[in-house]
Every structure is written in structure tokens, then in C-alpha cells.
């Protein structure tokens, strides 16, 4: 027997409900009762409105969800169930392994066997199918039928690809043993008519059902025709918005008992009803009630009533600010009106993209919450560890994915401490940059060369001049991470290349034993299931994720490492682990569907925005709506048509927004979580359309106008954190309210003063522009240890850059995976390092002394320094691929060989012997020089001239640009204007230390030639005479100092050591910021600053005039020197 009752949730259907079970309970309070509720949340608002708001006892009453009740039907016929039921993420996984291994329907889909995406799609259209009464052996039948009407439906190869595949999917399933939820409904309705507790029961109350499927409407056949069943159903006869619910009530439930009895419990809404009277005006009916209605409302519709909740409106910038919000409504509304937590419902179309905002806004807010929201597996630390674990094996130990993993948090070796773990991650980061690992165990093996001697981790060094800052790194440090790599390498290579999936499963979870910090009393069961022994929630999903796969065992019996690790991946994002519980106490966050049949003095309605709020309703791509609509009209199977899911929509937002009994807020972004213009949902023009015009209240992004616009956003409401910004932006002394929240407070009022420094446009150069003051560290530097010229050049060029680089050491991280090919300054200190290995050589056999000594090559000698030398860089550095490495490495040797040929060819020429390689060096300049300064360097070489007693000083210059620069080919021009400071610097530094420098040779020295930059340019063609630039010697005066040059070089030094002895360190924007490291810290794209440095009278107009210097012309005059102009003989070998 069935009797339906119709209406809306509230009051409606909820009055009934309690009348109904007051009248059951009158005569006899232990009357057994079962009422069956489509959701948990539902089943919570039934027993508050039963018990807490009428006071109704439950002594045997029964409130069940659907499955709640079908799991008690099975377990009293003594069904076996099973532990756990599969997750989506196997269905999913079942799809695929059925795609991949049916190879007589691959063909049809060829093009997303390797789409995983689409496998979870596929899986909801075969869901459909199995729920609408279709299982595997009806599908045979259906596809094998001979029925000549039916054949020519199936010849759309559409249809019968979906439905093949359905076949296969479902048959594997069936053959597997695995059954969902669903599954339970048929042989529950076999049942209902032998089971006592329905005997027993006089009585069950269906409430809130609105549609079912196939299976659940079976079940629901069989419980009418065995029991007396009541339906309460959200319904209205006649009303637009009910039309989803109307149509299932015609085709499905009329026709179901036609003697049942159907009662409204209020009256159909009509809605050209006569205008409101007075007695109207004071009934509950609210207004709201005539949404979607075809007949515009008159007048009479915006009749105030005690039934019509306020209505508020919001235009937020996007989801934080809209939580935020609304977090600080809901305490208002308990601090301020005497509202419950439980009383107020925070709602959305779909919590998807509220998963991370709001517990933190929340929290941060200290509101108590409950809801079903969840966040992946694959957030999780623990998730991630496992899939690094994967990755490190599968990417063959990839430095980075092998750091990341010994970094976690969830990591755990033999004998290490979490902390010591995190106190060597930086070490380790420099070493294996250092020793230039990228990926492969065997470039990870070069640590156990440094397993009993210390590293040297050098820093960076732009000159050749340069000390670099080193890094010592002990050889316990290293030989601890060789022991961990190695011990990581010994357990991941135990997985096999090919495998069951059971197999890779134990394996897996042997590692993760072994090195993820899991709960204590772990096992596996040879059926495969877990055993749970207190275990966290994080690792019981994984667990049971694991069994899912254990499952798919039957269906391939080998599958690839690859694919393992693909479908662990798979399965860790889409298993979720829930962010709050579901019956905790405070503010309900739920979505739309969960939110039927609730009622609330508050409702919340986020994310009102078109696509949103109503959602994007799409047709099935593998499964029509025509098709849909022939399977269901003609076959008799329901399988409801996608596109008609608007008519729930429309529903559901009706049953929503009548959900509030006082308070209604709606809220829609501006933008989208892309950044993309967002469009508020057409149904806000519905309700203003029934409700009357809603204010909209824009909401901005900054604080400081959202606390002068909003009453929210009163300095009462704010967190102290707010309250300290907002008080610091308005320039208010914030220092009580950061005395409580933060020890730290002055770093906020610090970045106050510094913002408002920062966009002045007017006045002179400050701090916060680079003008620190004098350092005592670069004091230091530049007047005791001493600088290399290049720091004079790099001042010139840029004062930022020197700061970044010299003063607070900063270096660019270079990722050694990230290599295509070694760096030109890389290139260059090993052609410099080739060089001086090869005059070295031939120094020390004595060529230079006797020319005509047998046996000596010098080509030879450059080959084997040049192939040790490349040798050693390669088992230390990265090198990129390899093919380029020796291309390269050829041409480099090739192109010396020409330089050398050159070279040794104007040495036996003019005169000049090679002495001195690599020889350190050291002088003041004196106050007349521009000082007081202290140099250092090395320079590359020292000739020596014995007839003339004369030296010069050799420094090679490795150019990989196009063609040269003013200041290549014109050092005199460059020393004057401070952009090559090494000329004039070594002349001074050689003039104080000439003793010292050649202190092994015999003879008096009597002066210096002076400084030749030897270019090693092999991009340089030729110039306008057609004359080779690829190896060019350009000479800079000897006499310099003494000379018409000394004035305008002691000038230069002179505005460089000021302006680092001062401490400005401000931007100087060019042509070199097209090669700077450091363009991420540098503000010169912001505009404020880049006035100051423009309009700024001090150290950045002395360097723009210092770059216009000109040579003074009586320097042009050069006394005699040695020109060597005898023919070059022959290189003697």
C-alpha cells in the first residue's frame, strides 16, 4: 500500500511528518517506525526535528538512509558482505585494464586507451547503464538479439561501442567478485518479503525522495507491495520548478500503485492567485515560493510576509575574500543576534575549490565546522612521499625527486633523526650541484669519492682573479647521503621490470615499511586486505587503495613498472581523506544536494556565478541523449537523459534559498579562480524577479577600504593580524596589537616605512634604494683582504649587482638537470686552465730556454692537458648532453691549437719568454692613485724579455659574442671610463711587486711594457679588412701611470672606491641586465625607482659622466717599446 504525501520541505512536508509520527506513537510509544532518508544530513535534521524542536522519543523508530536500510535487510538474511566496498578510483582503473587488454573492440577505442581522464568518464556512463537494470547478461542478450528494429539500432557504432565495452567492463567486474553499493539493491528486494524487521514494522515513511534510479526503484516496488509505505515528496503539482520531480512522479510512481492516495500538504501554488489580502500578509507564505513561475508577478508579489527571509547580496573579488567574509558574518551573527553555530548553513552548488579555503578562514576565525569536504591523498605529506618514492625509481634516481624525498617529513632511514635529516638538506643540495648530479645511479656514485675526505663546495667567482668563497662539507655528511642513496637504490631496484599488479603491491609496501614513518602494527592479510591496527585515517585510505588495485590482478597478469607507478598515482589523487567530521558540532558547509530537505535560520549561498550555480550541463559524450531516451522509452530501462538535469538544477536552488528561515546571503565572484571576468548566475534575476529588488553590496580587495565600506569589517571583527595591517596602512601605531600576536611585530612596521619609501618619487636616493651606508664587512674587504679589479667593474656597471654578488654573497642556484650545455664561463676557465697546463709543460721541459729540443710537441702537450682537463670537469660538473659536450670539446681544442700555433710563433719573433703562470699578486694604490685600495689578483701569464729586461703581463680574455665592443679593442678608453680596471690596476700592483713577482729569476727588471689582453674570440670572423679576430692581442701602456692617463684613471678609481666606501648600492638599468642573475631582486622595472635613480645628483650622475670620459689626447703619445718586427720563424718541435 502507498500514500503520497506532497509539498515543500518547510514547513510543508516537516509538519506533516511530525503530526504523522505523533498520531503513530499516540496509542503505543514502543509502535515500531522506519523512516528511510535519501542522505545522512537529511537523517540528522529529522532526528533534531523529532526529538529537540517537537520533543518526539525514538524508542523504536528507525531513521536509515537508503543503504543504511538495504545493509540491515542483508545482514539479517545473512548475506556476506563485504569489509570494504571499492572506491571510484578502482572502477576507474577497471575501465582501463578492460580497454587494454579486449583487444577486439581496441580499435574502436584507439584513441583514449592512453587517456586515464577519460577512463573515470566512461566509468559514470557504464554506471548509468548498470543502474538503470542493465548488467552484463542483459547487455549479451541485448547486442545478440535478432530482432530486426533493435539490429538497426545498433548498427550506430556509437551505441554499440559504448554498450560492447559496458558488456566487458561489467562482466569483468562480475567475474572479479567486486560489487558497489548499488549492487546491494536486487538481491535486497528479493528479501523483502521474508525479513522480520519489515514484518514487525507497520509502518515505513519514505522522505524526501524526488527521483530514483532503476535498481533503487525496484527496491522501492518491493517494499510497496509488502509493507505499507508513506512518501513524502518534495513536490508541488504544477509548479515550474518541480518539473525534474513531476516527471518522475508521472512515469514512475503513479503508474506504480494506482489506488494510491495522494495528499498536498499545503494547496498547489497557482500562480495567477487574486492580490494578497490582510490575511495574507500576516500567513508564513513567503514569496520566494513563486520562483521560476511563467507569469511575471504583479504588485501583489513583493507582499511583505512573516514567511520572507532577509535577503542579502555580495559582489566578491574571489573565494578568499568571500569566506573571509562571510566567517566574519557568522560571528557577528552569534556574538550579536544569539545565533548557534548549528542554526547557520554555509552552502555551494559544489564545494570543489573550497577545500584548502575553508577550514583555514575558519580556523583562523576559531568557527567549529562539519562537513563532507576532502581534500586528495596526494596533498598529504605521506602521499607525496609515496609518489616520490615512485618517481625516484621510475625517473632513475632524478636529483631532485631523491633530495625532495629525504626532505620529507614522512621519511624515515635506520638510525636517522628527523632533525638531523633537515639540518643536511641544504649540504646536500650544494654538494650534488657541486659534483654536478642530474640523474642516474652511477653520476651518484661519485659521492663515495668523497666518503673520507672533505668536499670543497666553492661559491661564485666572476674573474679569474677572484678567491671564491668555499663551502667545506664533511666527508660524514656526504658518506651518510651515499649510504642513503645506496640504500634506497638497493630496495627500489627489487621491483621488477614486469609484474602482477599483487606483486608490485608487496613490494611497494615493503619499501614503505621500510622507509615512510607509518603507524605502528601494520599487515596484509593473504586476501589481500589490510588489517587495521590503529591506524590513522591517511594511511587506512592508502591501505584500502592498495587493495583496490590487488584486485585487477586477474585481469592482467604482467603489467609494466611504469604502468604500477601511473595507476599508484592515479589512485593517491583520487582518493580523498575527509577535512572535518560530518557530525561534529558547528556551522554545516554542505553542497546543494546534500543541503535537500534542510532548514536553517541562516543560510550562506557561495559561489552564485553562471556555470557555478547552475551548473554546465553537458550531454554524455559516450552515451547520447536520443540513446538514452530510446533505451528508456523502448526498452523500459530508466536511464535518465543528461541535458534535462537544468530541470534539477532549477530545483534545487528552489529548494535552497527556501531553506532559510531568516536570513538568506548570497554571494557570486567577480572573478574566476583563473582570474578570467566571472558572470553572477542567471537565477539571482529569478529571485529578484519574485522577491523584489536585492541591493548588492561590492565588496573590495584591499582592508583599508573594505573597513571604511563594510560593518563587517569594524576594527571589532578584524583578527589581530588584520587589525595590526590595517592600523600599519593607515599609519596608525600598531605596536598593542602586535605586542600580543607576534614577537616579531617591528618586521611589520619595518615594511610600512619601507613601502612608503619605496613608491616616493621625488627626493634623493635612501636606504631602501641601496644607499646603506658604510659597511664595516666592505671596509674590510676593500682596505685590509684587498678586491680584484673586476669588483671595480662590476661597481661601474651596476652598484646593485656588486652589492648582490660581493656584499651579500648571493648566488644563483644552478640545477644540474637542467644542463643542456656547459656555461661560456665555464668554458672559460677551462680553456684557461688548458692553457696554463700546457705553457707549464712546456716551461718545465724547457722549450722556451733551448727552442730546438727534440721530442717536445706543444700541439701533443695541448691535446693531453685538454683531454685530462675535460676529463676531470666531466666527473665533477655537469655537462648536458653528450654528443654536444665532445663536439664541443673538438672545436675548443681545435681552435687552441691555432691560438697556440699563433701565439708560440710571436713569442720566438719578438723575443718574449714565458716565466710565471697563475701568479698571485698584491699592491696598494696610494691616495694619488685614487686610493688608499688594496689590490689582488692572478694573472694568467708573465713574459719576460731578457735582453731588454723587461716584463709584460698576459691575460686571456674568452669572448663568445658576435663581434667586439669599444672597449675590447680600446683598453685605454675602457680604464679611463671604469670598465677594465685590470690594465691600469695590474700595472701598479706588478710596479710594487716586480721583486716578488720574478723573484726566481736572475737579472734587475726595469720596467713593466705593460698589460696585453690576449682575446680568444671564436665567433669573431673578421673585420673590415678581412683580417682574422678570432685570436687578437690588444696592449695596454706600460707607462700609463705615468702619463697623461693618470688623472682621468685616478678619477675613475677614485668615484668607484668612493661609492663602495660610501655604501651606494643603487640600480644602474643597461645593456648588461640583459645578462644579469639577479633581475628577479632588482627593481628596475619599477618606475618610482628608477626616477630617484635618474633625478638623483650624487654616485649615479659621477658614473653616467665617468662613462662619457675621453682619452686626454697627450696620452696618445707612447715612448718606445719592443714591437718585435723579424719575420716569425718556424715553431721549433
Not at 93 to 103: R, Y
Not at 166 to 189: E, H, N
Request: negative net charge; hydrophobic residues 40%; charged residues 25%.
Amino acid at each position: 500500500m502507498l500514500r503520497i504525501i506532497t509539498g515543500v520541505f518547510q514547513p510543508d512536508l516537516e509538519q506533516a511528518l511530525v503530526e504523522n509520527v505523533r498520531r503513530h506513537k499516540a496509542d503505543d510509544p514502543l509502535a515500531p517506525l522506519i523512516l528511510l532518508v535519501p542522505s545522512d544530513p537529511l537523517r540528522r535534521r529529522l532526528v533534531q526535528l523529532l526529538c529537540h524542536e517537537h520533543g518526539q522519543t525514538l524508542l523504536n523508530v528507525r531513521i536509515l538512509t537508503f543503504h543504511q536500510f538495504v545493509l540491515d535487510l542483508l545482514a539479517e538474511a545473512g548475506s556476506l558482505l563485504p569489509e570494504q566496498f571499492p572506491s571510484e578510483a578502482f572502477f576507474a582503473e577497471l575501465v582501463g585494464a578492460v580497454l587494454a587488454s579486449a583487444e577486439d573492440i581496441l580499435s574502436a577505442w584507439q584513441s583514449i586507451v592512453q587517456v586515464p581522464r577519460a577512463w573515470d568518464a566512461l566509468w559514470h556512463t557504464i554506471r548509468d547503464v548498470k543502474n538503470a537494470g542493465l548488467d552484463a547478461p542483459h547487455l549479451e542478450a541485448l547486442l545478440e538479439d535478432s530482432d530486426p528494429i533493435l539490429i538497426l539500432r545498433l548498427r550506430e557504432p556509437s551505441l554499440l561501442r559504448i554498450l560492447q565495452l559496458a558488456q566487458r567492463v561489467l562482466a569483468a567486474k562480475s567475474r572479479l567478485g567486486v560489487v558497489d553499493y548499488d549492487d546491494l539493491f536486487a538481491p535486497a528486494a528479493e528479501f523483502v518479503s521474508s525479513s522480520r524487521m519489515l514484518q514487525a514494522c507497520e509502518r515505513i515513511i519514505c522522505y524526501g525522495f524526488y527521483d530514483l534510479h532503476q535498481l533503487q526503484l525496484e527496491f522501492f516496488r518491493a517494499l510497496v507491495r509488502n509493507a505499507t509505505v508513506t512518501l513524502y515528496a518534495p513536490w508541488l503539482p504544477g509548479h515550474p520548478a518541480f518539473v525534474f520531480a513531476q516527471q518522475f512522479f508521472d512515469r514512475h510512481i503513479r503508474g506504480l500503485c494506482p489506488s494510491a492516495r495522494i495528499d498536498c500538504a499545503e494547496a498547489p501554488v497557482i500562480s495567477n492567485a487574486p492580490p494578497c489580502t490582510d490575511a495574507d500578509r500576516s500567513s508564513p507564505r513567503s514569496p520566494l515560493r513563486h520562483l521560476f513561475e511563467n507569469v511575471a508577478p504583479g504588485p501583489e508579489a513583493h507582499c511583505p510576509s512573516q514567511g520572507t527571509p532577509a535577503i542579502r547580496r555580495f559582489d566578491v573579488p574571489d573565494a578568499w575574500d568571500e569566506i573571509d567574509l562571510i566567517a566574519k558574518a557568522i560571528l557577528q551573527l552569534v556574538d550579536e543576534q544569539g545565533y548557534a553555530f548549528e542554526e547557520i548553513g554555509v552552502v555551494a552548488r559544489s564545494l570543489e575549490g573550497y577545500e584548502r579555503v575553508i577550514p583555514r578562514v575558519f580556523a583562523n576565525h576559531r568557527i567549529p565546522f562539519s562537513s563532507s569536504m576532502a581534500r586528495p591523498l596526494d596533498d598529504y605529506p605521506l602521499g607525496q612521499a609515496i609518489r616520490l618514492l615512485l618517481d625516484v625509481r621510475e625517473t632513475n634516481f632524478r636529483r631532485e625527486a631523491v633530495l625532495e624525498l629525504l626532505g620529507s617529513p614522512c621519511i624515515r632511514l635506520p638510525g636517522w633523526d628527523t632533525d638531523e635529516l633537515r639540518a643536511m638538506h641544504d649540504y646536500w643540495d650544494a654538494s650534488t650541484r657541486r659534483l654536478g648530479i642530474a640523474k642516474g645511479f652511477d653520476q651518484w656514485q661519485r659521492l663515495a669519492r668523497f666518503a673520507q675526505r672533505d668536499l670543497q663546495v666553492p661559491g661564485r667567482a666572476t674573474g679569474s682573479e677572484d678567491e671564491a668563497v668555499v663551502l667545506p662539507v664533511s666527508a660524514e655528511i656526504l658518506a651518510r647521503l651515499w649510504h642513503a642513496v645506496q640504500d634506497l637504490h638497493d630496495h627500489l631496484q627489487r621491483f621488477p621490470e614486469q609484474a602482477s599488479w599483487e606483486t608490485y603491491v608487496h613490494s611497494l609496501m615493503a619499501v614503505c615499511e621500510r622507509y615512510l614513518a607509518l603507524s605502528d602494527g601494520r599487515g596484509l592479510e593473504a586476501s589481500g586486505n589490510y588489517v587495521d591496527r590503529d591506524r590513522s585515517p591517511i594511511v587506512e585510505t592508502f591501505y584500502e587503495g592498495l587493495a583496490d588495485l590487488i584486485r585487477l590482478t586477474p585481469l592482467r597478469t604482467a603489467i609494466t613498472f611504469a604502468d604500477f607507478a601511473a595507476g599508484v598515482r592515479r589512485v593517491l589523487r583520487q582518493l580523498t581523506i575527509p577535512v572535518s567530521s560530518t557530525t561534529g558540532v558547528g556551522v554545516q558547509v554542505l553542497d546543494a544536494m546534500e543541503a535537500r530537505g534542510l532548514s536553517f535560520r541562516a543560510v550562506y549561498v557561495i559561489g552564485v556565478n553562471d556555470g557555478r550555480f547552475p551548473r554546465v550541463i553537458q550531454e554524455d559524450a559516450f552515451l547520447r541523449d536520443r540513446h538514452r531516451r530510446w533505451i528508456e522509452l523502448d526498452l523500459g530501462y530508466k536511464l535518465p537523459e543528461k541535458l534535462k538535469a537544468i530541470h534539477e538544477e532549477q530545483l534545487l536552488w528552489y529548494l535552497l534559498v527556501n531553506s532559510a528561515r531568516e536570513l538568506l546571503v548570497l554571494s557570486s565572484h567577480r572573478v574566476d579562480e583563473r582570474n578570467r571576468p566571472a558572470v553572477p548566475s542567471p537565477y539571482l534575476a529569478e529571485l529578484e524577479r519574485c522577491a523584489g529588488p536585492i541591493p548588492v553590496e561590492n565588496v573590495p580587495r584591499p582592508l583599508s577600504q573594505k573597513a571604511t565600506r563594510l560593518s563587517l569589517y569594524r576594527e571589532i571583527r578584524l583578527l589581530p593580524q588584520e587589525l595590526a595591517v590595517l592600523w600599519s596602512v593607515l599609519q596608525r601605531d600598531p605596536h598593542d596589537v602586535l605586542d600580543r600576536i607576534h614577537p616579531n611585530w617591528i618586521v611589520l612596521v619595518r615594511a610600512e616605512r619601507a613601502l612608503r619609501e619605496h613608491e616616493r618619487t621625488s627626493g634623493a636616493l635612501g636606504v631602501f634604494d641601496g644607499c646603506v651606508g658604510a659597511l664595516e664587512t666592505v671596509h674590510r674587504r676593500l682596505f685590509e683582504n684587498g678586491c680584484s679589479p673586476t669588483e671595480l667593474d662590476e661597481y661601474a656597471r651596476c652598484p646593485f649587482r656588486y652589492f648582490a654578488s660581493r656584499v651579500l654573497q648571493i648566488d644563483a642556484l644552478v640545477d644540474p638537470g637542467a644542463v643542456e650545455e656547459v656555461s661560456p664561463s665555464e668554458w672559460g676557465t677551462l680553456i684557461h686552465e688548458i692553457l696554463r697546463e700546457t705553457y707549464a709543460t712546456l716551461d718545465a721541459r724547457g722549450y722556451f730556454m733551448h727552442p730546438g729540443t727534440a721530442g717536445i710537441d706543444p700541439l701533443e702537450v695541448l691535446e693531453t692537458a685538454a683531454r685530462d682537463i675535460f676529463a676531470r670537469f666531466a666527473a665533477g660538473f655537469p655537462i648536458g648532453y653528450g654528443l654536444l659536450w665532445e663536439s664541443r670539446c673538438d672545436r675548443i681544442v681545435s681552435f687552441l691549437k691555432q691560438v697556440v700555433e699563433d701565439d708560440l710563433t710571436e713569442l720566438f719573433r719578438s723575443g718574449w719568454r714565458p716565466v710565471s703562470f697563475e701568479q698571485s699578486i698584491r699592491g696598494v694604490l696610494t691616495e694619488d692613485m685614487g686610493g688608499p685600495l688594496t689590490i689582488q689578483g692572478r694573472l694568467d701569464r708573465i713574459d719576460l724579455h731578457e735582453g731588454y729586461k723587461t716584463i709584460r703581463v698576459i691575460d686571456y680574455k674568452c669572448k663568445w659574442s658576435g663581434a667586439p665592443d669599444a672597449h675590447d679593442r680600446n683598453l685605454v678608453l675602457g680604464a679611463v671610463r671604469a670598465q677594465r680596471f685590470q690594465p691600469p690596476l695590474y700595472l701598479a700592483a706588478v710596479a710594487q711587486s716586480q721583486a716578488g713577482v720574478l723573484d726566481a729569476h736572475d737579472g734587475t727588471i726595469q720596467r713593466c711594457e705593460g698589460v696585453w689582453f690576449y682575446y680568444l674570440a671564436p665567433r669573431w670572423a673578421t673585420d673590415e679588412s678581412h683580417e682574422s679576430l678570432r685570436f687578437v692581442r690588444v696592449k695596454f701602456p706600460g707607462h700609463a701611470w705615468q702619463s697623461a692617463l693618470r688623472e682621468p684613471l685616478r678619477w675613475a678609481v677614485a668615484v668607484v672606491v668612493d661609492g663602495i666606501r660610501s655604501g651606494r648600492f643603487f640600480i644602474r638599468p643597461g645593456a648588461q641586465c640583459d645578462s644579469c642573475v639577479y633581475f628577479t631582486m632588482c627593481r628596475k622595472t619599477h618606475h618610482p625607482t628608477r626616477w630617484r635613480v635618474r633625478r638623483d645628483p650624487g654616485g649615479s650622475a659621477e658614473l653616467s659622466r665617468l662613462s662619457q670620459t675621453t682619452v686626454p689626447v697627450a696620452a696618445d703619445t707612447v715612448p718606445g717599446g719592443i714591437e718585435g718586427s723579424e719575420k716569425s720563424p718556424s715553431i721549433p718541435t
